[in-house]
């Protein structure tokens, strides 16, 4: 449990004279510390928070048990979710040969790292149905601006200099129209119908020899596939533009559909989602970038190629390429963990990736639909999106679901994405979860609408057993503190 003496800041802790590890006396008398030039010494002690070790090892501790993870509980967080991380991967990304390589050594010293890349880019290609792949983005959101960038160069190396437009559904997530902007592109929105799904007379005028791609998510965020996907892809070609695929959460569509298939063009995948790497606190991650034949040469470099030898090199040419988008070839630790997991899943169970996840979520929604709004009625895929609770007397908002269910010990769903509707609580259970998991989650969110009704206020002050209680959004999105300034008494 927390204990207060042992939580707050190191600093606070700190008692003047206090010792953990003393380091032995100077093995070397003979450099004492007035031997480095006085410019380079520190003209005062730095001020470092003094504590016995005990402390210093329960306070940490203790902050580590704040954290919640996928290795403490149902983590239900639609869209951006942790899929399946086997630990077999992380002790595979542990193995001194991989951890111990440097990126500049010579490529005939590190054939199997440069093994380890190659094919994962051969079963990306593979799974996807693209003709080629590159692992250099660090994310899912690098991944778009490269591959928009792909898609410019492209319409750049043909003349096409007037498509500067990129369209995005109002369903997509916030990376979409934000790295579009980044690229230096204009963004145009379509319409949801009021099924979910990308509005083709809605599409239809927007359409025109200023529009550079269109970018989708299928299954799109609100779980649904996209029924009108082959008629989408051609209406896009047919006026000149390409066809991005978001497939950072590709685990329903493994091994059932590719996206080369459905007619995309240029995509990206997150394997800190769906090919298992602990993703939190900002990293790491990979976002690898498949394009269909005849855009290879687009890609960044630099690039994993294979001599005609059959051993592998590293290619830093640069032709139509768009030079680098990061240090190196990527994550190099996270494409083992991606590529470990498929190995180790195979053709055969990797394609039941797909229907666990649809079958786990549709368990959810329909075990739910009763208490919960469903907007959007039918078949889902992983993830499907409730609008806050049906009886809205009670006052209950998303929010309230949310923060109660963190007093369960779960993790909170996503929430307010997507906004198409003003209650959003959007549920992934993934595709590994057992049914005991799911049945105890349905439980809760059974009792939370209960309780929503006999007892609003236990709900709306929600949470009472976190090391915390609400805290203000906003005020802890624009104003945060970051650090510390010591109080002198
Ligand atoms: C997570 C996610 C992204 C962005 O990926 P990051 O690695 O967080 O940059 C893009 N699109 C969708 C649909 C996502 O779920």
């Known amino acids: 449990m927390n204990n207060r003496l042992y939580g707050n800041l190191i600093f606070e802790l700190s008692q003047p004279g206090r010792r953990a590890y003393s380091l032995p006396e100077t093995e070397f008398p003979e450099y004492p510390v007035s031997s480095i030039p006085a410019a380079l010494r520190r003209a005062a002690d730095a001020e470092l928070p003094e504590c016995d070790e005990l402390t210093v090892v329960r306070h940490y501790t203790n902050h580590s048990a704040n954290n919640f993870g996928v290795n403490n509980g149902f983590y239900p967080l639609g869209s951006c979710t942790m899929k399946y991380n086997p630990v077999i991967n992380e002790e595979v990304a542990a193995m001194p040969a991989f951890t111990s390589l440097h990126p500049l050594q010579p490529a005939d010293t590190v054939q199997g790292a440069l093994a380890v890349y190659r094919g994962l880019e051969k079963s990306l290609c593979a799974l996807t149905g693209m003709g080629e792949f590159t692992l250099n983005p660090f994310a899912g959101a690098h991944g778009e601006l490269t591959g928009l960038m792909v898609i410019r160069a492209y319409h750049q190396s043909r003349g096409?200099?007037?498509?500067?437009?990129?369209?995005?559904?109002?369903?997509?997530?916030?990376?979409?129209?934000?790295?579009?902007?980044?690229?230096?592109?204009?963004?145009?929105?379509?319409?949801?119908?009021?099924?979910?799904?990308?509005?083709?007379?809605?599409?239809?005028?927007?359409?025109?020899?200023?529009?550079?791609?269109?970018?989708?998510?299928?299954?799109?965020?609100?779980?649904?596939?996209?029924?009108?996907?082959?008629?989408?892809?051609?209406?896009?070609?047919?006026?000149?533009?390409?066809?991005?695929?978001?497939?950072?959460?590709?685990?329903?569509?493994?091994?059932?559909?590719?996206?080369?298939?459905?007619?995309?063009?240029?995509?990206?995948?997150?394997?800190?989602?769906?090919?298992?790497?602990?993703?939190?606190?900002?990293?790491?991650?990979?976002?690898?970038?498949?394009?269909?034949?005849?855009?290879?040469?687009?890609?960044?470099?630099?690039?994993?190629?294979?001599?005609?030898?059959?051993?592998?090199?590293?290619?830093?040419?640069?032709?139509?390429?768009?030079?680098?988008?990061?240090?190196?070839?990527?994550?190099?630790?996270?494409?083992?963990?991606?590529?470990?997991?498929?190995?180790?899943?195979?053709?055969?169970?990797?394609?039941?990736?797909?229907?666990?996840?649809?079958?786990?979520?549709?368990?959810?929604?329909?075990?739910l639909k009763d208490l919960y709004e469903l907007p959007i009625d039918g078949l889902c895929k992983h993830e499907f999106v409730f609008n806050g609770l049906r009886d809205k007397s009670t006052g209950i908002t998303t929010m309230d679901i949310a923060k109660r269910l963190l007093d369960y010990g779960y993790h909170a769903p996503t929430i307010y994405f997507p906004l198409l509707f003003h209650e959003s609580l959007m549920i992934e259970p993934t595709e590994n979860e057992s049914k005991e998991t799911i049945d105890a989650f349905i439980d809760i969110m059974r009792r939370i609408a209960h309780e929503a009704a006999t007892e609003p206020e236990t709900v709306h002050s929600a949470p009472h057993n976190t090391p915390i209680s609400r805290v203000d959004d906003v005020l802890a999105a624009k104003q945060p503190v970051l650090t510390f300034r010591q109080l002198k008494n």
């Open 160 to 367: 096409d200099t007037k498509r500067v437009k990129v369209i995005v559904p109002d369903s997509a997530h916030g990376t979409n129209p934000a790295s579009a902007a980044v690229c230096g592109l204009e963004i145009v929105e379509v319409k949801s119908t009021a099924d979910g799904l990308v509005d083709v007379a809605d599409l239809k005028p927007l359409l025109g020899d200023d529009i550079a791609a269109m970018m989708m998510t299928n299954p799109n965020t609100l779980g649904l596939f996209e029924r009108e996907i082959p008629e989408i892809t051609r209406l896009v070609h047919d006026c000149g533009g390409l066809m991005y695929y978001d497939g950072a959460n590709l685990n329903p569509m493994l091994g059932v559909s590719r996206p080369a298939d459905m007619g995309f063009d240029v995509m990206h995948i997150n394997l800190h989602k769906t090919f298992s790497t602990p993703h939190g606190g900002g990293g790491p991650g990979s976002g690898p970038v498949g394009v269909r034949k005849g855009l290879e040469p687009f890609l960044p470099m630099p690039r994993v190629i294979e001599n005609a030898d059959g051993t592998l090199a590293i290619d830093n040419g640069c032709a139509d390429a768009l030079g680098a988008v990061s240090a190196f070839t990527g994550n190099f630790l996270v494409a083992l963990r991606a590529y470990t997991y498929i190995l180790t899943l195979g053709k055969e169970n990797i394609r039941m990736v797909g229907p666990l996840a649809t079958l786990n979520a549709n368990y959810i929604k329909e075990r």
